[in-house]
């Protein structure tokens, strides 16, 4: 397992480079600039303002010098801790420079302060993908080919038929608009989290169910199964105590992609819904060409599904011995 995960690690940072690489070489190549939007600006200002910011250079050295300042530095763990709290702002040793639209802050201190609501909003969507996911896979493969197998079947399809920026206005108009329940925007109040996490978790939800089916069905048809059923066992400690384990099996290798997804589709979701995430300020600083926060959004994002990759495949790993043995 140590060199499984230490290989996992090696693989990651090429992986790293090539994606840094390409995001900041294809913002260069997208027509306008940072400050070309800036209509009173005279030509001698933005020429300056471009200076200031080496964005004159040739890209040669704009990319050295950006890669410079982001390889990480010799880890230090007083950087990373303030109170006995990790602390966002230090970057993990990673310095990403200045904002060019916000210059009085830096894209470290960005990331800090949008981070963790995108992060909360991933963790909502994601136990709620689990809840509805599991539980309508469990009940559909306990009753084939009945209407507790049809029902949460056809909404699974409907689930993974329908895209998050078409569930998101539906819940709005029937849950804000005509009941009320909810505001249609914002982040302020714990009800608030309700539909935006629904939104971006109900597609997840749909492949959950799917795989649980298809995996707890493969399972209840071993001979293992048909022993613990003679021996007397109760039904529900067949599926609990013999079944589930085996059959989460294809839901645990999906949740890399899953959690992948669910960080993706964030950026759609809190653009709908108003969300002060880190998607929603990749958006904007995408349109704003901000190259140094763009960039490090889209590296930051890559860590972390890369990260979640890796503990699911531990976690796979951990639930199947064959496995196991293989790494």
Request: contains cysteine.
């Amino acid at each position: 397992m140590v060199r499984f995960i230490v290989s996992r690690f090696l693989q990651a940072i090429p992986t790293l480079l090539v994606l840094v690489t390409a995001t900041f070489f294809m913002l260069r190549a997208v027509p306008g600039g940072p400050f070309a939007a800036e209509k009173s600006m005279s030509p001698e200002a933005l020429k300056n303002l471009n200076d200031y910011y080496h964005l004159n250079d040739p890209l040669p050295r704009q990319y050295l010098g950006y890669m410079a300042g982001i390889l990480p530095k010799a880890f230090r763990p007083t950087q990373l801790f303030v109170d006995g709290q990790i602390d966002l702002k230090a970057g993990f040793g990673m310095d990403f420079g200045p904002s060019l639209k916000h210059p009085t802050r830096t894209v470290n201190e960005i990331i800090a302060q949008r981070l963790p609501v995108s992060l909360e909003l991933g963790v909502w969507a994601l136990l709620i993908a689990l809840a509805l996911g599991l539980t309508s896979g469990v009940v559909a493969s306990l009753r084939p080919n009945s209407w507790g197998d049809y029902v949460p079947s056809a909404i699974s399809m409907a689930g993974i038929c329908m895209p998050t920026f078409v569930i998101g206005p539906l819940l709005v108009l029937v849950f804000a608009v005509y009941l009320g329940w909810f505001r249609a925007s914002g982040w302020y109040e714990p009800a608030d989290r309700v539909l935006p996490a629904l939104t971006l978790g109900f597609v997840y939800a749909a492949y959950i169910a799917r795989l649980t089916r298809g995996g707890m069905r493969e399972i209840l048809a071993q001979d293992f199964i048909r022993t613990a059923r003679a021996k007397g066992a109760s039904e529900w400690r067949v599926v609990l105590r013999h079944a589930l384990r085996g059959g989460l099996l294809p839901v645990v290798s999906y949740l890399g992609p899953a959690l992948a997804g669910i960080v993706s589709g964030s950026f759609v979701v809190e653009t709908i819904f108003q969300v002060p995430g880190l998607g929603r300020e990749f958006i904007n600083s995408a349109a704003n060409r901000d190259y140094p926060l763009v960039t490090g959004t889209v590296l930051l994002f890559a860590v972390l599904i890369i990260s979640f990759n890796l503990l699911v495949d531990i976690v796979a790993v951990w639930l199947n011995p064959r496995m196991r043995q293989a790494h």
